[in-house]
């Protein structure tokens, strides 16, 4: 399977993320009650950016926080980036919308092709959007509709985009991400499998899948770096423990677990807090 995925799959050079703004634990957007540490908080994503940066070796840009954005911090969802292409979304969540301008600039300033959502009809998340190194899933849900659907499949016309209906949880990857060249990591729920099962009669490309007994366990980032090879953030075993034993079965992967306790109480992944670019060295 792996030698049908496009060889740079997984390859990354750069991340993009943003510092928590002070309004994050009060004021991020959330579908449940839970109460937010802002210290640990902010400990998670200082970890997480470490990794990034220091363990990976990654060309990190971090923009500044903004406290009138309580969800700043999930730069995910402000854009898509598909080799020197990168769609400026319109984010689902009004409050939201005001993330894309910061995120447009510092992908302009890297040299990317811009692309923006104008349609005031359409609405994108990226945390809606899969690549799996051979085409889009997006999924259809509370944040992104079929317009925006449509806009990206304009955008980046050499893949097939397929749309998934997510009737549960937040996002598309709220419950499922690409864990290696070909392999789809999904949690075990009903409408997690459900959604595979569309994904799958959808495509014309066959998939492996790693089944994570938890949902939100089912969103990592895969990585292929020069040196290191495959790598893989996953979830810790302190927050799911039977999950993180499904991930120590990858034995090909350098497997980094990144604590998500505080960023899983207002709806965060893994993936939400990066946008990740491959530009290689000017020659």
């Known amino acids: 399977m792996s030698g049908l995925i496009s ?56 923009l500044p926080s903004d406290d009138s954005l309580p969800d700043c911090v999930f730069v995910e969802d402000a854009a898509v980036v598909c080799g020197d292409t990168a769609l400026i979304t319109r984010p689902g969540a009004e409050s939201r919308r005001g993330e894309t301008k910061a ?95 569309t994904m799958q009669q959808m495509s014309d490309h066959k998939y492996d899948k790693l089944t994570l007994p938890d949902d939100a366990a089912a969103n990592c980032v895969y990585m292929n770096l020069p040196g290191k090879g495959h790598v893989l953030l996953h979830c810790t075993p302190e927050e799911y423990p039977e999950s993180a034993k499904v991930f120590e079965k990858l034995k090909e992967h350098m497997l980094i677990p990144v604590p998500n306790m505080e960023g899983a109480k207002v709806d965060g992944a893994l993936t939400c807090c990066s946008v990740l670019i491959n530009k290689p060295a000017m020659v």
């Open 7 to 62: 060889a740079g799959f997984g390859r990354f050079t750069h991340a993009v993320v943003r510092a928590m703004p002070a309004s994050y634990a009060e004021r991020a957007l959330r579908s449940g009650a839970a109460q937010v540490d802002a210290v640990r908080a902010q400990q998670e994503h200082d970890h997480y950016v470490g990794v990034l940066q220091n363990r990976l070796g990654l060309q990190v840009l971090e």
């Open 103 to 197: 995120m447009k600039n510092a992908l302009t300033k890297l040299g990317l092709n811009i692309v923006e959502m104008t349609d005031e009809s359409a609405t994108l998340d990226g945390g809606d959007v899969l690549f799996t190194g051979q085409e889009f899933f997006v999924g259809l849900s509370k944040r992104t509709n079929q317009r925006g659907a449509e806009i990206l499949a304009d955008t980046f016309k050499d893949y097939a985009v397929s749309t998934v209906p997510v009737k549960h949880g937040l996002h598309l990857k709220s419950f499922c991400s690409m864990a290696g060249p070909g392999l789809i990591a999904i949690g075990s729920s009903e409408s997690a499998q459900k959604a595979l099962k």
